[in-house]
């Protein structure tokens, strides 16, 4: 989260005040970066979660194309967009990971269970 406000103060609002236009393009990201509180709430499913993730990584190479279009970036805003975007793609695919991990230990459990939930039953009707 801490990122993702700092590319917006750094990155979004100097682009912003340089072509207004860009403001439309950056709504989905600002959507985004709200359902992203809404992910550290803890009240979101995997599905959700993922689905947010996915179109994060969408939107942070979306937002790299258009920072590709200025005229002539500054040398500073060249570095804070190889930070952010950096930071942003390993962000993204770290939580990506996490829920594929997350998603394969539940399964794994869950057959565990199966099996288990078999032995007791075969027990009992020893």
Same mark, same amino acid.
């Given at each position: 989260? +801490?990122?993702?406000?700092?590319?917006?103060?750094?990155? =979004?609002? #100097?682009? @912003? *005040?340089?072509?207004?236009? @860009?403001?439309?393009? %950056?709504? #989905?990201?600002?959507? +985004?970066? +709200?359902? /992203?509180? &809404? !992910?550290?709430?803890?009240? %979101? =499913?995997?599905?959700?979660?993922?689905?947010?993730?996915?179109?994060?990584?969408?939107?942070?190479?979306?937002?790299? !194309?258009?920072? $590709?279009?200025?005229?002539? #970036?500054?040398?500073? $805003?060249?570095?804070?967009? /190889?930070?952010?975007?950096?930071? =942003?793609? %390993?962000?993204?695919?770290?939580?990506?990971?996490?829920?594929?991990?997350?998603?394969?230990?539940?399964?794994? *459990? %869950?057959?565990?269970? @199966? &099996? /288990? $939930?078999? +032995?007791?039953?075969?027990? $009992?009707? /020893?």
């Amino acid at each position: 989260m +801490l990122k993702e406000t700092l590319s917006i103060i750094f990155l =979004g609002l #100097p682009l @912003v *005040k340089e072509a207004p236009l @860009v403001l439309l393009s %950056a709504l #989905p990201g600002v959507v +985004l970066y +709200l359902l /992203h509180w &809404h !992910l550290a709430l803890g009240r %979101a =499913g995997r599905v959700f979660a993922t689905t947010v993730w996915a179109f994060t990584l969408l939107d942070e190479l979306w937002g790299l !194309l258009l920072f $590709q279009e200025l005229d002539s #970036p500054t040398r500073s $805003q060249v570095r804070l967009l /190889h930070w952010s975007y950096f930071l =942003g793609l %390993a962000f993204i695919l770290l939580a990506l990971g996490e829920l594929g991990w997350r998603w394969q230990r539940r399964q794994a *459990k %869950a057959r565990r269970n @199966v &099996h /288990h $939930q078999a +032995l007791l039953a075969a027990r $009992q009707r /020893h």
